[in-house]
Nanobody
Framework: QVQLVESGGGLVQAGGSLRLSCAASGRTFSDYAMGWFRQAPGKEREFVAAISWSGARTYYATSVKGRFTISRDNTKNTVYLQMNSLKPEDTAVYYC???????????????WGQGTQVTVSS
């Protein structure tokens, strides 16, 4: 079992930045690829970014590429999402997730956090 706890969400003006953190506990963190997803009100949950076990490979949704950066620190059992140049359309609940099998943009992750709210005002 892996427990995931997100933090770092909040209210920010358009053009601003936030850094989300996701702290993992339970099993060996480096055994899992990690992903960030988001869900806006009235919309489907969507993929944002993913990172491989070692951090060597990263993947991004087209909508965030060049603005968001995913990273991980396996010594701290934490994955991060640095979000720059935020837009109102980035407003959503952001979830981190852990995948024991692959670095994936789909929803087939083993464990999910409870989410953290990000609100971008115009």
């Amino acid at each position: 079992q892996v427990q995931l706890v997100e933090s770092g969400g909040g209210l920010v003006q358009a053009g601003g930045s936030l850094r989300l953190s996701c702290a993992a506990s339970g099993r060996t963190f480096s055994d899992y690829a990690m992903g960030w997803f988001r869900q806006a009100p009235g919309k489907e949950r969507e993929f944002v970014a993913a990172i491989s076990w070692s951090g060597a490979r990263t993947y991004y949704a087209t909508s965030v590429k060049g603005r968001f950066t995913i990273s991980r620190d396996n010594t701290k059992n934490t994955v991060y999402l640095q979000m720059n140049s935020l837009k109102p359309e980035d407003t959503a609940v952001y979830y981190c997730a852990a995948n024991s099998r692959s670095v994936s943009s789909s929803f087939d992750y083993d464990y999910w956090g409870q989410g953290t709210q990000v609100t971008v005002s115009s």
